[in-house]
């Protein structure tokens, strides 16, 4: 696909994701205002992934994105922090049996529809739209513009700190992600983990308001997040290292 139209394509579907919550949260205020949080966000983030998964469908197909099977089971590697620290989150579920399964399932299928339509759009249609400007320059500007857009929760009455520190944490789990979709060469995987440690995350803390009470210290989210970046750093230019390796040896 012509890379300007990629560009294009990118930035239209970047725009439409930064307004489509605030669009369908207006829409139900009207039509449904007693609607409880938990169906808010199953309508909100489920009809914003099956909106991503269109756009890749409609502008070169799933595959092109990454929607593919992959390459190995490599990709576990540069993901090890995040799955040490969803095995912590797991082994602490002290609201979580205060759920009814049926909050647990939908939280659950929340989590999902999160990762499917974050990573589909930045792990998947601006990672296609930059990645010419090779690997680093890729992972650092989708990494970097994924936590960029967590800032939104600065117009909530979230604390202005755990927000700030919310988008740290996402930046760097940006950064592993794009080594874990490099290494796997499979949009597949960093959704799989992605909606992992979401689920455990929401359903762990009893929902999303519950996730980010009063009572978290921003170091909670700074210190795992300045790790994840590191790391994910640390594995994309090994990736690089070698790439560039290959292609000396194949001159």
Do not use: C
Not at 65 to 89: Q, S
Not at 97 to 104: E, H, R, S, V, Y
Not at 168 to 176: E, N, P, S
Request: aromatic fraction near 10%; avoid cysteine; charge should be positive.
């Amino acid at each position: 696909m012509n890379k300007n139209k990629i560009a294009l394509i990118a930035g239209g579907t970047l725009l439409l994701f930064l307004v489509w919550g605030a669009g369908v949260n207006a829409v139900l205020r009207e039509l449904a205002p007693d609607i409880d949080m938990l169906a808010k966000m199953l309508i909100s983030k489920g009809s914003l992934a099956m909106v991503m998964l269109a756009a890749m469908w409609r502008f070169g197909g799933l595959s092109y994105f990454g929607m593919t099977r992959g390459k190995d089971w490599w990709f576990m590697v540069p993901a090890l922090p995040f799955i040490l620290m969803t095995l912590m989150v797991l082994m602490n579920p002290e609201a979580a049996f205060g759920l009814p399964a049926t909050a647990m399932m939908g939280w659950a299928l929340v989590a999902l529809a999160v990762g499917i339509s974050e990573e589909a759009m930045f792990r998947g249609i601006l990672w296609r739209a930059v990645e010419d400007r090779g690997l680093l320059v890729t992972s650092l500007v989708t990494s970097l513009l994924f936590g960029a857009v967590h800032l939104s929760g600065l117009m909530t009455d979230i604390p202005a700190e755990i927000i700030l520190s919310q988008a740290v944490f996402a930046a760097g789990v940006g950064m592993m992600f794009a080594a874990v979709r490099q290494v796997g060469g499979s949009l597949l995987a960093p959704i799989f983990f992605h909606w992992i440690f979401d689920a455990a995350a929401i359903i762990a803390a009893g929902g999303v308001r519950e996730l980010f009470d009063d009572t978290m210290s921003p170091a909670r989210l700074l210190v795992p997040g300045m790790i994840f970046f590191i790391w994910g750093l640390g594995a994309i230019l090994l990736i690089r290292r070698r790439q560039r390796l290959q292609q000396s040896a194949v001159n």
